[in-house]
């Protein structure tokens, strides 16, 4: 049986898109990358811009898209949408973008796929539980970027401050991808040794004090660089390549996607950021950790932030 190329689409030709393409082009995991946009002129230039630098990365096509593509599609990402303004909050977004994204799932159902949909616009908790409806796939997969970026943001933030490579830290921001979001203290691991008792090994700060201040750096990152440059995308566009490198390669690789909870730590029926393993076929388990009670406090809570959220636009 002939080898099928892996083959991702992109919905949205804005700087999140474009950035996303940029950072999966040298990983090679994809063999066709498809963009579409309403800005026709904007996909054009993009396409032709990306696949200059063919010489310097492996072989992949890439090209100007329309939504029949999703048909054979792999893996198919949404970053189209309105984009934060300073001083907008992530939860602001939802009455702009929520017809935006119902738009975008009709054309994606009327093309019948066996694709993980990944939904990266904001507020991306929400706007993944408006494509799970509209579609009515199996919640397993359409998911969302979630907090995988404000992970990695918690454990640069520990790294830099312990002075530990980051991809020695493992650790997790988990809830709402906005402002109810939260770190879990209780996962965080350093070779194997709990942050805290690390924390106690190493003895160079006041570790509670720092622990409350760089949970915080995290949670206020995204405003700090739309406040400084207009907008993200390199980080966002790095998290999303490592998304779609477990879906590609079946990785079972652990990261906080936002998913559909039924049940799970005593949620039901909303879309949040907790650790899920992540494969071919979308969210192959949701880890149902033990929490420390604040902790579990603080995600039921979140919970109830995107469902008051949804509930004002009647999902």
């Known amino acids: 049986m002939p080898y099928r190329q892996k083959k991702v689409v992109v919905i949205g030709a804005g700087s999140v898109g474009t950035a996303y393409i940029y ?11 498809a963009l579409i946009d309403i800005d026709q002129n904007r996909v054009e230039g993009e396409v032709l811009d990306l696949s200059h630098g063919s010489p310097f990365i ?41 017809q935006i994204i119902r738009t975008i799932c009709r054309q994606i159902a009327k ?3 066996s694709a993980v949909l990944v939904m990266v616009t904001n507020p991306v908790d929400a706007l993944v539980y408006v494509a799970l409806k509209e579609l009515n796939w ?14 990695a943001r918690f454990k640069y933030l520990l790294s830099r401050h312990c002075g530990i490579d980051a991809r020695n830290v493992h650790a997790y921001i ?9 770190a879990a203290w209780s996962m965080c691991h350093i070779a194997g040794v709990s942050l805290r008792q690390y924390c106690r090994i190493c003895r ?12 915080e750096e995290a949670r206020s990152s995204a405003y700090h660089i739309i406040d400084y440059k207009g907008s993200t995308y390199y980080g966002i566009g790095l998290s999303l390549v490592r998304i779609t490198e477990a879906i590609l390669r079946n990785e079972h690789s652990i990261l906080t996607v936002s998913s559909f909870l039924d049940g799970q730590y005593g949620i039901k029926d909303v879309c949040l950021s907790v650790p899920c393993v ?18 579990l406090e603080a995600l039921r809570a979140s919970a109830k932030t995107i469902r008051k959220v949804l509930n004002q636009i009647n999902v």
């Open 138 to 151: 199996d919640h397993r997969r359409v998911i969302g970027s979630g907090t995988v970026l404000d992970s």
């Open 278 to 295: 992540l494969g071919d076929r979308g969210v192959g388990m949701t880890i149902n950790a033990e929490l420390a009670d604040e902790e």
């Open 23 to 33: 950072a999966l082009l040298p990983r090679g995991v994809a063999g066709e990358i």
């Open 204 to 215: 160079k700060c006041n570790y509670k004090e720092h622990h409350r201040r760089i949970a």
């Open 111 to 113: 093309h019948d796929n």
């Open 174 to 182: 988990l809830g709402e991808h906005g402002d109810s979001e939260f």
């Open 58 to 98: 492996p072989p992949v096509n890439i090209k100007k898209g329309d939504y029949s593509d999703c048909a054979d599609a792999d893996v198919i990402v949404v970053t189209a949408g309105a984009k934060q303004q300073p001083g907008q909050s992530r939860i602001d977004l939802i009455q702009n973008n929520t």
